[in-house]
């Protein structure tokens, strides 16, 4: 992809894709208070060497520690006016071989990455082996017991909607309302992985691995889809299964009002997703 070296007006509003590991983070969202790395601050650190001042990131959705990022979305104001080829090939020299900016473009100041977002995608990768995987370590979850995909397809239809996910909800989640409309969730075997993918307006905080693991539950044969329908109406997450390990899961793509303009982003992660 070319990138424009024409220098942009000091202000302007820049949207950006990120791809991140998260194995080695702790988390997206900064925090100062802690002696930890998170993708925020590493990011942050790079763009400020760009700009030569500080410069303060918004993102599409905080992934929790060793979640990863295929293509989270974030926006930023130049202070420096620098061009968007800077922003791209001069944030990447700065950045570790974890992180990277795939590409940057400029917005209208209406553009927030968070709240101009009208979907958000998670795709969850399971090695369903008998033996764990050493390549794909921390990029997959392991699960050695036989899944039956057909009755996990089953509990995913039962998430399609708007609806209360207290059941999936995290204790510490601060949203204002349980509520979120799911419109896609599906279970599918490539090869020897297990692909969970799952599309929202929104998620709650472990929304999505929480669901994960009750999906587990109920394709291992431990639980019934009659199961998976009562903990989801009964909206206590005391009843669910535990929470699935962070490794797996991707935030796949973000999208927005086709007005903006932003480059597509390939399916991904296309890797992984192979007959491995």
Known sequence: MRFSDEALVPGTRVAARIEYHGGGYHGWQAQPHL???????????????????????????????????????????????????????GTNRHLPDDVRVHWAASVGADFHARFSATERCYRYIICNTSTKSAALDGLVTWYRHTLNLDLMNEACHLLLGEQ??????????????????????????????VVVDISANAFLHHMVRNIVG????????????????????????????????????????????PGFELPDTPEGPTLLTGHL
């Open 35 to 89: 002696d930890v790395a998170t993708v925020q601050e590493t990011l942050e650190e790079a763009l400020s060497s760009v700009a030569g001042v500080s410069v303060t990131t918004t993102c599409a959705g905080r992934t929790d520690t060793g979640v990863h990022g295929y293509s989270q979305v974030i926006h930023f104001d130049d202070p420096a006016g620098r061009s968007i080829k800077a922003w791209v090939l």
């Open 164 to 193: 209360d996910f207290s059941a999936f909800r995290a204790a510490s989640c601060q949203a204002k309302t349980p509520y979120r409309n799911i419109n896609r969730c599906s279970v599918e075997r490539r090869g020897r992985l």
């Open 214 to 257: 009750s999906l587990l539950a109920v394709g291992a044969g431990l639980r019934t889809v009659e199961w998976f329908e009562n903990v989801l109406l009964k909206r206590d997450r005391t009843l669910a299964a535990e929470t699935a390990p962070p490794d797996g899961l991707y935030l796949t793509a973000v999208s927005y009002p």
